[in-house]
């Protein structure tokens, strides 16, 4: 199918031009030449099967099942994982130079089936391995190095990370918490930003009866500045007062934008492909602040305010709150919204959906 344009064809007549692709379409799903990939945790049903396969786009659809990998190589994922995490935050000597934090042993029941929660498992040990490490190291301006060891104690639950620095040990014993998160069994409040504490501090000011576990939310809110933990960190409430004041505390302090009072059912949370390109959403104001402040990117954080009153409100924000990057149509990896230093306030109002619930770091 072709169009005629004027140009500067030969004898300075009209050139023939291919016409742009579906322009006599609507959509994309007549146009056979995208190769589309489906992901989900659910089966896909034979109807829904037989109905894609009616369109060009689909026709040619096949199910591929995908296991999670098991066994010795779910040991060495989980390794070197950790190794990989625990060398991109290495510990920073007085002189300028850097620690050499070496892990040694794993010694953890690395599960079965979906691989998140050992993910967020080791993330999370990369971070107590990081402040045992500061905490441990030499003060001389040799160079040092600290040998790392994990074990998991079945019969107490409990989990040991042991740092050996030439010769003199040091050990923090950590516990599992909601939401099977790691808190340290004596509390470190070198682990910690002041950050944290302070955002705490105030919100039980704000709230003093309603705030249960204080520790908990403050290792949360730590993770969150950490930056290295939770991608994002979700706080979930049935207090829509108590989640506005959260990100209304955290907006206040250095290296914190927040962005309040936003209902998914009145506010895109993203472009369609069919959106203009200013169609304002939220994953775009988050995106141009991280570009407005480029200069400092890897220390800037967000704090969103989400109001869920519907069920569809929860359905809705399923993807933002996701623990991976946020890509649409057309995204690149230079376009993707990567969650670390992003944290989501999130009120509902009734039951909360268990689609939302697993993305969770904390219900206060």
């Known amino acids: 199918e072709f169009h005629e344009e004027e140009g500067s064809g030969v004898g300075g007549g009209k050139k023939r031009k291919e016409a742009p692709r579906n322009s006599t379409k609507r959509g994309i799903s007549g146009d056979a030449t995208i190769i589309t990939i489906f992901t989900s945790n659910y089966h896909l049903e034979p109807p829904t099967l037989e109905a894609l396969g009616r369109l060009d786009m689909f ?45 040694q042993q794993l010694n953890i029941p690395c599960g079965e089936g979906d691989i998140r929660p050992l993910v967020r498992y080791l993330r999370m ?18 160079v040092s190095s600290i040998d790392i060891s994990v074990s998991f104690d079945a019969s107490t639950n409990i989990t040991t990370v042991t740092a050996e620095n030439n010769g003199d040990e040091q050990s923090l014993q950590l516990k599992p918490g909601s939401f099977q998160n790691l808190y340290p069994i004596t509390s470190m409040s070198m682990m910690l930003d002041s950050r944290a504490s302070h955002t705490v501090a105030e919100l039980q000011k704000l709230h003093p009866n309603k705030l ?16 290295t ?24 302090l250095d290296g914190v934008h927040g962005i309040c009072d936003i209902d998914p059912t009145r506010y895109k949370m993203m472009k369609s492909l069919y959106d203009a390109s200013d169609t304002p959403n939220l994953r775009g104001d988050i995106l141009q602040i991280l570009h407005d402040n480029k200069t400092s990117a890897s220390t800037n954080c967000v704090a969103v305010e989400l109001l869920c009153r519907t069920t569809d409100a929860q359905l809705q924000i399923r993807e933002i709150i996701e623990d991976t990057p946020s890509m649409t149509a057309f995204s690149t ?28 770091s904390l219900v206060v």
Do not use: C, M, W
């Not at 999670?68 to 994982?81: H, L, M, N, T, W």
């Not at 990896?333 to 009734?350: C, I, N, P, Q, T």
């Open 59 to 103: 026709k040619n659809l096949t199910v591929v099942n995908v296991a999670p990998v098991v066994g010795k190589d779910r040991e060495a994922f989980s390794i070197a994982y950790l190794k990989q995490r625990v060398k991109e935050s290495r510990v920073s000597l007085p002189n300028g130079g850097k620690e050499n934090v070496i892990v």
């Open 125 to 142: 040990l990369s971070f107590y391995i990081h402040a045992l490490a500061s905490s441990s190291k030499q003060l001389d301006h040799g």
């Open 212 to 227: 249960q576990n204080t520790s908990e939310l403050s290792q949360i809110i730590g993770f969150y500045f950490a930056r």
């Open 229 to 252: 933990v939770l991608a994002p960190t979700v706080i979930l409430s049935h207090d829509r007062q108590l989640i506005g004041d959260l990100i209304k505390i955290l907006s206040q």
């Open 333 to 360: 990896e230079r376009s993707a919204l990567h969650k670390d230093g992003l944290l989501f306030g999130v009120f509902v109002e009734g039951e909360i959906t268990p689609e939302i619930k697993s993305r969770a």
